[in-house]
């Protein structure tokens, strides 16, 4: 590194170069690490808050198993979301810790537990059959340290199942609603609590629910304020932004 | 129309013919009045239970009055949706007692009032700017000879105003429900009455609320039952359907 | 319950707590029943007309036998739709009433029947292929003890089929009407009667059908007025509706 | 020309360069005419049977001036669509002949009119706001040399109003049905007729009519066959098509 | 039937009652039969020109081999569309002169073949992964009674392989075009023939092709007149049309 | 309320009734304030953290000004979003310190400013097309109490703009992100800092931007965790979901 | 900076710190430039070969004289996309050398021309309605210096007039094709050429032309190879990125 | 060929069927093959600078047998993509130098190497879950002959690890960028090289991903200039473009 700030001090180096040079030879050396089908950005959990966390779709379990063998490497806890059983059998051999959660999809790994919240997320689900998704949020916001409250089945179509629940819902510090068909629960949550919720779609119903469109939809246009939107299904990522607000 | 049977008789008809020739005969003579621009179908009430409607949009004016004064001759009483003040103008001429609903850009001229029904329809409104569509669906009713119990602004981001107005809406033998954004107070309600539910989305909403389309899939997708859906702003629909269902 | 009132009444709860613990209790003592799963809304048979009814897709087995043990427990009979056969054998251990409609894709368990009605409810298919969701609806409708006349393949390619039928058709106090394809046989009939019609899509056809979309789009803007529409396939909501409009 | 016969047979010019110039050379003298703006085809008469239409729309009064002074020159009838009172006075100018079809939005000037066909077209519309594109249709098919019967205002809604009009429809060699909202009249007349029905989709309708998409998806869905779609409000398409097929 | 014509004219029947009794029988004797899972209309053929062709797509074996039955009773000819060996093998047994054409997907049975045309339809496709579906076109106009001349894999990516195969395409009555992916084929067809194009869109393509949407999409936009266009992957649909306009 | 207590227990009155009336009475008398067209929610504070915030589109000038007044009288602050200059001069004269925002399309009406929260919402937009839907997230946090820093015109397109404004954003506890076109930005934000990102995609762009799908498919699809997001356009939900979690 | 490296040297600033600031600051005091409404990237010639161009829409008039002023003061020739005549008169106050191009709605202010191309890039237009994106696109590649020829109104309706121009586009190094409805063309020239196509939609057609879309996708699905594309209507983008290639 | 320029030197010969005569037989004898199944068109080498590539979709491993055989004749080299390991042994027999690329669905038969290229193409991916895609992209430009750079992994989400492989990519004469989800990365890269970028959108991803959707409107909205968009999971559109640029 030396030799680049010199070669600039001396001109043989402009500006631009030199700075370029120092950027790449930095992350080179030490938070980039070159695995061939992948590039692990080791530098995540200083910037973000939270490691990488490695999306199993379209993966081999070969590049699944390098991936965690460089976190685990590098001291980070693991999670891996969209996988299957398969991929836990052959990571089991280097990571005797990993964990599956089935209905999740998802597999951990723990080196050091992170630290603990104080405060609550609440997953709310609107039927039994968004569970799986639930589920999803619910692990990645435990990975991360946070304490869970589930309240299951309480859509719309039986109001009263939700006002039943509403104290352990207005107790927690953000609000994660799971649904699918018109994803109308998000709305009315939103008008009954004073905390963000964070509103997932699911693909279930059938017709003209268009795998999660219409509930998508439903939700983007939330009459209540204090609602935004996930990508349809995607559990991870309301546990993973439930936990950055939980956190503050 | 003897001609027809006794040519049939004699063998110079076809059966096929002759029934064709006898229906036209029939229709022509005395229930489809040839406007040119038109074909009034006269025999509407008696086949449907009432009358046909003028729908405005893409009439010119003179066509709109050529249509009212033969519906006026045959006796029927005339209801004119998406029309405007123009129109209510150039119609005064030749029907001194038509009536503008501007709200609901609708104009009626009453030659008989319906008989009124004993029970009433509740038209219940998500939001203030849901309030023309419900007025077309009032109009539409009221002409019909229904009583009618108007219920605004009671979306569900506040749903303490609905469980406010529950007994009014339950003390009616249907229920049309218009809201606009996401659309989910046709669930809601459905869940919460015993009674038909019409859902109407509106075009209110900014975004990807798609000129109602987002609306119109939340109803669609309603996880409550009993609820069923009419096109996106079509307050005349829904107000024409529940008549025919107070009147079963 | 009384130490909430007199909470309230010493001012050691406010009234928003004490009007909330009075609900929460009450329903959670007598009417909703937490399976973990899910939650069993006892309550809507009084508030709704019918008893909760198992929509079987995205649950397993296990699920659907507890959900049918509490029920039965509780007097209810028990529909469940979007069912397997397997799902039925499980069922058979503990209800041995169960039976299974394959076309229907449904299973009925009848503790008591439910009161016959005198009117039938119409169910109309367009063509051969609609079959399936023309069973669901009947199947519903049965269940919910309605008469129900079944009249085939009389879509609007040969006009003359459903001519013939007519009278069947007029002589019932609802009518569905089951359609894919360019779904235009609600429109048809719905110039023809004088009852409500209740229109319900499927996702017959192939091409730029888009899975029961352009029957949908169809339906909903149908140049007939009392036409209403439920979901693609849904031929559970439009038995239920039309059960719910027969007993008006 | 010659002068590149000799050139290929010398062996200066490649068998594939002597082509393409002859064929260049050919077109540019007697057959395209470059405008500027525009390439007129003055061969497509000869190759498909009727002369090139000018499309209005997007162009300037200037450019279709020139268009229409050119075909003139060269002995052309001709049909401009989509146009306005302002071009029309503006070709006045040069083509006193020119006749202004207000309702078609069309402009016709003819040298010498087509041969007349002995057999008929029909034009059935299935309400009064599709009387538009109907008269775009008419007038194309007028201008082409066809006779034309125009059968107004007889949509699905009131069955009996086609039935009263079949035999006219049926007298014709083609028929041309135009119908917006969920147009279903190309099915019903497709299934009553054993000639070729062309369906027009017409942008009549509101909310989820989509601009005609409900119509044309459910044309093109139509369960009768012999039944073929054009664009949304394309009466020209229609008009010129039928045509073709009247000249057979 | 005499009873019904007495009844009237003693006052017993309206006139309605009348006609609609008379229709109902002479159809229900004669050209209607009721299979219960289909309402056979044996008198297409009279009134469309060709008899009932079986859709086989969500159909039984069995209902199929009624229908077939049932068909050839009546001496029709049976055309059965999107089937299978299976339907073919169990037709065997009651219909030994049936035989399968694999790549349309079809069944014919021919109890006496349809009289010959003496012109020809032409069926074009853009490459050979559209093959199939000129298949289904090409055995229902064969099926039918005309002569076909199939021309393959002559897209638009290299124009001259079409312009090699003009004269045969020229020579046609009416020009069936097949494309997938852009579905540009029938434009530049339409702009060098002078007969009816009839335009089939392909589900061929990947990703952005939408399952034929582009491909449909362009035929309807088709800058070139005289094409109009069937569904997606409907060669049954443009076979059984050209054959209507060949026989014109 | 009492009296319903009494009857209660007395037998008069089911629990179901009792709890009904009470909660009727009790918001009725309190919270809830008709008027005719609007259903005012006074409790929304106590209940979400923030007052009822005017939707100003689709309402008429009256239906505001009837609104903030009631407001107003109840000591809440008032923002109107969606607005005009028309509305602002109508509300000056009940309310005279009322100040209209032009760019935010927003009045806002202070009673008493709202506690300053200590830490700041970053507002980033990808360009200079997008500063009015800024401009409206910014009026909103600002009105709700919070410091605001706006950092303009830093999208993707020139990576280095954003970079040099990163310790700004860092800084802030919660970061708005508002793109149109592609939306992208929130996507490289997200994937910089460790606050949770709210990106609010706007209409801007042209073609295949379609409205502001483009930016919202972007980002509901985003590869960075930790980023939610709100309807196309919708400035005031981003503004409002900022300032719950910045009191947190 | 020295500051910033001797910080750094000392221990003082992280690596990460003193790299952001040197960026930072050698960015802020020379390539950006922040007019508070835009960050002006100044550096884009450099880095992409080109300096910023103004996108005009959604910009005041004063938004772009500024930016114009700061571009002009730095000489950089200025180009404004999508602009008006309204802000070309209020340009000529600043810059009398600006130059309005009204078909291409685009303005031009050259200090210096760019050193000119030897080969050219040929622009082919489909239609004459086409003519004003071509023109955006042939204002573009001729202010960066390229040598431009325009082919008009060639599409595939008529393809003797594409085959008669051939040579013209052959000699081309790049080719541009702008089409609307079909968006054919693009297909045919790739089949003919070895120049890199890029395929420019536009939303001229009507109906199911979709305002560019079935254009847009005909171009994506092209079967021949060599074909890439951009938004729709968006000639600027085409004329750039044929300059990039036509400068390699 | 003298026979007809003779025929039409004498007048026996329109010069237009002269013309269509010389060109037919010329293709017919020289470059088109007829195959029965497929016309090969052996001359798009000359004309396009590439010969055709088998698109392996929808053929049968005879078909594509027999394409290869012509092709390997004719002294081409063969492509065969979207194709499988059954076709690869299949080809195998007749073609013992083919090599099957699995990650690419690939087939190459290499007779004689292309020339080699000096400059390189980079295949930039945004995650390891687009490396088939741009495997296929790699494949076709190096079958091509060219020299290819693959960086892997260096989405959006890290943009330090893009900012690290800078100089890589800047050293390329034209980058192809391969990504799924929000398709951000070729803005990204647009706005920091001053090559063509292609953009490939891939259908990597899920729900409001769309299959790829997403991806390819934020390319083709991309506020970067000099970007161009292929269609989705298109990577050999993309190596066959960027040959055909690196080449020029």
């Given at each position: 590194m030396?030799?680049?700030?010199?070669a600039?001090?001396s001109?043989?180096l402009s500006?631009?170069?030199a700075?370029?040079?120092?950027g790449n030879?930095?992350?080179?050396?030490?938070?980039l690490q070159?695995l061939?089908?992948s590039t692990?950005?080791?530098d995540?959990h200083?910037r973000n808050?939270?490691?990488?966390?490695?999306?199993?779709?379209h993966?081999?379990p070969?590049?699944?198993?390098?991936l965690?063998?460089?976190?685990?490497?590098?001291?980070?806890n693991?999670l891996?979301?969209?996988t299957?059983?398969d991929?836990?059998?052959a990571?089991?051999v280097?990571?005797?810790e990993?964990?599956f959660?089935?209905?999740?999809r998802s597999?951990t790994?723990?080196k050091a537990?992170a630290?603990?919240t104080?405060?609550t997320?609440?997953?709310v689900?609107?039927?039994t059959?968004?569970?799986?998704?639930?589920?999803?949020?619910?692990?990645?916001?435990?990975?991360?340290?946070?304490?869970?409250a589930l309240?299951?089945?309480v859509?719309?179509?039986?109001?009263?199942?939700?006002?039943?629940?509403?104290?352990?819902?207005?107790a927690?510090?953000?609000?994660i609603?799971?649904?699918?068909?018109?994803g109308?629960l998000?709305?009315v949550v939103?008008g009954l609590?004073d905390?963000p919720?964070?509103?997932?779609?699911t693909s279930?119903?059938y017709g003209?629910?268009?795998?999660?469109?219409?509930?998508l939809l439903?939700?983007?246009n939330?009459?209540a304020?204090g609602?935004s939107?996930?990508?349809?299904d995607?559990g991870f990522?309301a546990?993973?932004l439930?936990n950055?607000i939980?956190?503050?």
């Open positions: 030396k030799d680049i700030l010199e600039y001090k001109g043989d500006l631009d170069d700075l370029d040079q120092l030879q930095h992350y080179q050396e030490q938070l070159d061939g089908h692990l950005d080791l995540r200083r808050g939270a490691a990488e966390v490695i999306y199993g779709e993966k081999t070969e590049q699944i198993v390098d965690t063998r460089a976190m685990l490497t590098a001291e980070h693991v891996i979301t969209r299957t059983a991929v836990y059998h990571l089991k280097i990571a005797p990993a964990k959660h089935a209905d999740a597999i790994c723990i537990p630290t603990q104080t405060s997320i609440a997953v689900t609107a039927g059959s968004d569970l799986d998704v639930a589920a999803e949020a619910a692990v990645t916001a435990e990975f991360l340290g946070n304490k869970v309240i299951n089945d859509g719309v179509a039986g109001i009263h199942r939700l006002m039943n629940r509403l104290a352990e819902i207005r927690a510090r953000v609000v609603v799971v649904a699918g068909m018109e109308a998000p709305s939103g609590v905390k919720v964070i509103a997932v779609p279930v119903g003209a629910a268009f795998g999660g469109v219409a509930a439903g939700m983007l939330s009459c304020s609602v939107v996930v990508n349809i995607n990522g546990g993973y439930a950055m939980n956190r503050l």
